[in-house]
């Protein structure tokens, strides 16, 4: 009798300490509405929820590996892109807050705003006048992202309403047509140090993959969106995505010049179609100390494939091959806009976006290693 009483014990705390490794959890917070751990990896997680149908409140929230809060500020207007910067033995955070969105084209514009350590804010930066662009010229800069260099020294985004005429003659323009040109800009000391825009190159109109009709004054044609930038620690140029031409590029930082495509309509990389990623998200670079690995948040396409994976690609930049291709399905989750992703060991940390999650799974295994369900969005979710 003795024996099976110790064993039932034995037995239930067996089943006690499993289901307590992988308990769900509630969180008193409105912007949290279940948590799911099973042992995560450390480090502070980075949020900044938002309702996208009322712009009028941000917040910086910041948790530890379990999601219980460390911090949570409220910071006025509505906040994307909560990030932490190192350099220069200091410890800065950066966010883009709302100025005003246009809706139809689901560009957010922002001031990128500037704190130190103790969340103390420093600066406040915008879009500066340059190449014909005046003061008097709308400055808000491009929510999607914001390089921190140093605390004068960054590199900013912009979505520029501009007419253009150069647009190629097979695609039947109508005279003066407004486009949405993405404009990448590096500022030192209040001094633009070289900017890019992508409507010197006319060649991504006819690239375009959301539809836009350039024989016609009625609309204004978003036809790149870019939603990334990273700097390639190889060679400190600047990688970017552009979800509306399913394309990842690569611009050769100070001159501007294209220095590769990876996807989209005339991939400088040969892909099959199964390979290609669809409307993608937060194209970062891993660097082994030989050669760069793209890695992205597929988001994939409403109606065309309705789920989202991470994808890790490895190339020969020099000679334009693919030498590695690896991917992970998340499971059940269809992120359909926004997102992001970080490696860390064997997981991915992963920012749901639009999916109102935030994961964490390690690759290798496929096991579920933290789960945070949202009640709003948060653009991007980061852990450091």
């Given at each position: 009798m003795y024996f099976n009483y110790l064993r039932s014990t034995v037995f239930f705390s067996f089943i006690l300490l499993i289901s307590l490794a992988g308990c769900k959890k509630d969180n008193s917070d409105t912007n949290i509405k279940n948590i799911y751990v099973n042992n995560p990896t450390d480090g502070d997680i980075l949020i900044s929820p938002f309702?996208?149908?009322?712009?009028s409140s941000g917040v910086l929230m910041t948790l530890n590996k379990n999601a219980d809060i460390e911090s949570k500020i409220a910071m006025g207007p509505e906040i994307?892109?909560?990030?932490?910067?190192?350099?220069?033995?200091?410890?800065?955070?950066?966010?883009?807050?709302?100025?005003?969105?246009?809706?139809?084209?689901?560009?957010?514009?922002?001031?990128?705003v500037v704190l130190d350590e103790n969340f103390n804010e420093?600066?406040?930066f915008n879009l500066l006048p340059?190449?014909?662009?005046?003061?008097a010229d709308p400055n808000g800069l491009d929510s999607h992202d914001f390089i921190l260099l140093g605390d004068d020294h960054y590199i900013a985004l912009g979505a520029v309403a501009q007419h253009v005429n150069n647009i190629p003659s097979s695609l039947n323009p109508a005279a003066d047509v407004t486009v949405i040109a993405t404009v990448i800009q590096e500022v030192n000391n209040g001094q633009v140090l070289w900017e890019w825009n992508s409507a010197d190159y006319p060649g991504f109109y006819a690239n375009s993959v959301e539809g836009n009709d350039f024989s016609s004054n009625?609309?204004?044609c978003d036809y790149m969106h870019c939603n990334s930038l990273y700097v390639d620690p190889s060679d400190d140029n600047i990688v970017c995505s552009f979800r509306d031409q399913d394309q990842v590029i690569k611009i050769r930082r100070n001159t501007g010049e294209i220095m590769w495509r990876l996807g989209g309509?005339?991939?400088?990389?040969?892909?099959?179609?199964a390979q290609k990623f669809l409307?993608?998200?937060d194209a970062t670079v891993l660097f082994d100390g030989s050669k760069s690995t793209i890695m992205l948040v597929d988001n994939g396409l409403k109606g065309t494939r309705e789920s989202t994976r991470i994808l890790e690609i490895k190339l020969d930049q020099e000679n334009k091959e693919m030498l590695n291709y690896k991917e992970f399905d998340i499971p059940g989750v269809?992120?359909?806009?926004?997102?992001?992703v970080q490696k860390r060991g064997d997981t991915y940390f992963i920012g749901g976006g639009s999916s109102k999650t935030v994961l964490e799974y390690n690759y290798v295994t496929g096991e579920k290693l933290f789960e945070m369900d949202l009640s709003n969005y948060t653009y991007r979710a980061f852990k450091y």
């Open positions: 309702n996208d149908g009322d712009h994307l892109n909560y990030a932490k910067w190192e350099y220069g033995g200091k410890t800065r955070y950066s966010y883009n807050q709302y100025i005003y969105k246009n809706a139809p084209l689901a560009v957010i514009y922002s001031q990128a420093i600066r406040r340059f190449n014909g662009r005046t003061a009625a609309q204004v309509k005339n991939s400088d990389f040969s892909m099959t179609a409307r993608q998200h269809f992120i359909e806009y926004m997102g992001s």
